[in-house]
C-alpha cells in the first residue's frame, strides 16, 4: 500500500509514518498542498493522508483538486482541527474520513480495513 503524507510539520509527518510503517510498502511525504498535487500524480498513492492548514495550498484545496482530477483518489483529512466546519469542507471534498491528530492511531483501522477488504477480494 502506497501512502503519500501531506503535513507542513516534519514532527508530524514522523508520528504519523512511524504509526503506519506496518499497513505500507511505500510512503512518500509533502509539505503542503501545492507540493502534494504533483507527488499524487507521480507516485499514485492508495491513500493521502492530507493536514488542513498549510503554507502555500490548504488542504481543503488540495483535496478538491485531487478528488477533481481523480475521483477514486482515498483521502483521509489529518488535522488539529475537529469542529464541525472543517469535518463538512473535508466531506464536501470528498475525504474518505476525517481524524484528529490526537487520534493518529485511527490511521491504520482505515489502513487495515480498506488492505483486508483488497486481499479478500483477490
Known amino acids: 500500500m502506497k501512502v503519500l503524507i501531506v503535513d507542513d510539520n516534519a514532527q508530524i ?62 483521502i483521509i483529512i489529518v488535522t488539529n482541527y475537529g469542529d464541525e466546519q472543517t469535518k463538512r469542507a473535508a466531506s464536501r471534498v470528498g475525504a474518505h474520513s476525517f481524524i484528529t491528530k490526537e487520534n493518529l492511531y485511527e490511521i491504520n483501522n482505515i489502513l487495515y480495513n480498506d488492505l483486508s477488504k483488497s486481499q479478500s477480494a483477490e
Open 13 to 74: 509527518r514522523l508520528m504519523i509514518r512511524n504509526i503506519i510503517l506496518r499497513e505500507s510498502t511505500e510512503i512518500f511525504e509533502c509539505e503542503d498542498g501545492e507540493e502534494a498535487l504533483a507527488a499524487f500524480v507521480i507516485h499514485q498513492p492508495d491513500w493521502i493522508l492530507m493536514d488542513v492548514q498549510m503554507k502555500r495550498m490548504d488542504g481543503i484545496s488540495a483535496s478538491k483538486q485531487i478528488r477533481t482530477a481523480h475521483p477514486d483518489a482515498k
